[in-house]
């Protein structure tokens, strides 16, 4: 079994900077892709950013120069350095983590979620 335990968050002014936190544990023998995706009251789930286990990274438009992901694979570990903060990007945030635990089964995992809310 994998768990993802996210931290960081919480309520920053616009133009502020907030930093996610979400480190895996459990099983694991290796981690391909990892992920942030968000979401807003009354919209869907949209994917943030994700890095995969090489380095290179995805973002989502919206996010592009404001946002950083990156992860530390010895520590089993995703980060989201989110600058310029906007009233926008308020939503709850979640981890994802696509984990081999042996075998040839990938399975993907998700954190608790965490609340970002960016003030006007």
């Known amino acids: 079994q994998v768990q993802l335990v996210q931290s960081g968050g919480g309520l920053v002014q616009a133009g502020g900077t907030l930093r996610l936190s979400c480190a895996a544990s459990?099983?694991?023998?290796?981690?391909?892709?990892m992920a942030w995706d968000r979401q807003a009251p009354g919209k869907q789930r949209e994917l943030v950013a994700r890095i995969a286990s090489g380095g290179s990274t995805n973002y989502a438009d919206s996010v592009k120069g404001r946002f950083t992901i990156s992860r530390d694979n010895a520590k089993n570990t995703v980060y989201l350095v989110m600058n310029s903060l906007k009233p926008e990007d308020t939503a709850v945030y979640y981890c994802?983590?696509?984990?081999?635990?042996?075998?040839?089964?990938?399975?993907?995992?998700w954190g608790q979620g965490t609340q970002v809310t960016v003030s006007s």
């Open positions: 994802n983590a696509d984990v081999y635990s042996g075998g040839t089964v990938l399975r993907s995992y």
């Open positions: 459990g099983t694991i023998f290796s981690i391909e892709t």
